[in-house]
């Protein structure tokens, strides 16, 4: 601290982005020059008042490399009205992940149904009476839930396919580790969804759910195909487990087990009823990959499955289309072709990407600007990890003023 105050150098390039102090609580500003790839000062905020007023101080300024977050474009439009604003690149592809990863949620039924054989269609198209045998919770509806938003709508209709695609391989007799394969599920969740059901349950339910023998099913169940079909000693088994029901609920159970090994819907048929198909595997999260990734960087499996996904559904292949092409144009600094893109995006009438292209409309100067000049926020994010270090080697006694004189004065 005995050390004189870094003087901030002439900045002409400007590179700018927020860092956690506290993460999720408390976060500062961190400024790079772009030329020389030096921190040239740290901010105890990320308040738009805050950067204009040191960027009012440098009237130099010519050129500002940031996130598209609203702060930092108001501080920079009101601060330095005379420099040309730059989104970084790393930024807008992170942009395009979440639109693209919320369609693929919201048409992951569609894809499942579509890639479907027929002997499985007839198998899920089953009466209300059959449905009634199946002694597993029942899954609820996305208007039960919190934060409706369509994000989170679309996150949860890929909960609820993918629900009913594991209670369909339950029906078929397959055993929690193999639905888990098949699915590309963890053997706990696909425990924890056969005896609980999927968010969003009201506590009610929960309550009575618990204290039946739907929890119990599946342990059953598995045990049945195992080979174990003495009911008493089942029943033994579950209250050991702390089942608190008679034993009648077991017996019955075991009846229609029985019942649909004996009319050929057992575990030695259930192969070619539920064939394993690749567009029944994937989720959004992990398929959002393939679509923006350069086609020549995926494994084969990869691509069989992108293939499978884009043939079962004309959204998705209109979505993989467009995301290439934002890729490609992002890739080789190809801004010239923005506005062809934006209005390809809007003739798509896919909602989520008609939103993605009113953000870049509303901040079209500096994102055309990412997508033709050469600067970018990566030697700001280096920096970051650079004061992460720093901060992490104060062991907990990294207050700002000492942060700051750390951080500029280091080599």
């Not at 990320?46 to 960027?55: F, G, H, L």
């Not at 595997?281 to 398929?287: E, G, L, S, Y």
């Amino acid at each position: 601290m005995n050390l004189p105050a870094q003087q901030s150098d002439q900045v002409s390039r400007l590179g700018i982005d927020d860092w956690s102090f506290r993460r999720g609580r408390q976060f500062g500003t961190i400024l790079v020059n772009l030329s020389t790839h030096e921190i040239i000062d740290l901010l105890p905020d990320r308040e738009t008042e805050t950067a204009q007023s040191w960027m009012q101080a440098h009237p130099e300024i010519d050129l500002v490399s940031r996130d598209r977050g609203k702060d930092y474009a108001a501080a920079a439009r009101k601060g330095a009205p005379q420099a040309r604003q730059v989104v970084d690149r790393f930024h807008l592809t992170d942009n395009l992940r979440d639109f693209v990863e919320e369609i693929l949620a919201r048409c992951r039924t569609e894809i499942g149904q579509a890639s479907m054989t027929p002997t499985s269609e007839m198998r899920v198209q089953e009466t209300e009476d059959d449905r009634e045998q199946v002694s597993v919770p029942p899954f609820w509806s996305a208007g039960d839930a919190p934060l409706a938003g369509s994000a989170h709508l679309a996150r949860h209709a890929q909960r609820l396919d993918r629900y009913r695609q594991l209670i369909h391989l339950r029906e078929e007799g397959f055993t929690q580790k193999e639905i888990a394969q098949r699915l590309g599920m963890g053997v706990r969740t696909v425990r924890h969804w056969l005896t609980r059901g999927i968010p969003y349950a009201s506590p009610e339910l929960r309550r009575k759910r618990s204290r039946g023998f739907d929890p119990y099913a599946a342990y059953v169940r598995e045990r049945f195909f195992q080979g174990s079909r003495n009911g008493l000693q089942l029943w033994r088994e579950l209250q050991a487990q702390g089942y608190k029901g008679s034993s009648r609920a077991v017996y019955r159970f075991l009846a229609q087990l029985k019942q649909g090994s004996a009319t050929g819907e057992g575990k030695n048929q259930r192969s070619q009823v539920t064939p394993d198909s690749p567009a029944s595997q994937w989720t959004a999260k992990q398929a959002v990959w393939w679509f923006i990734r350069d086609p020549s960087d995926l494994k084969e499996k990869e691509q069989q499955a992108l293939e499978a996904i884009r043939q079962a559904s004309p959204t998705a292949d209109t979505v993989y289309e467009l995301a290439q092409d934002f890729m490609q144009m992002l890739r080789h600094l190809e801004g010239q072709r923005l506005d062809v893109w934006l209005d390809q995006a809007r003739a798509s009438h896919i909602p989520e990407l008609q939103r993605f292209a009113r953000s870049i409309q509303r901040d079209k100067d500096a994102v055309l600007a990412g997508l033709t000049l050469q600067e970018s926020n990566g030697v700001v994010e280096g920096n970051i990890n650079k004061l992460k270090l720093i901060k992490r080697m104060m062991y907990g006694r990294a207050e700002f003023p000492l942060l700051r004189q750390r951080v500029l004065h280091a080599l």
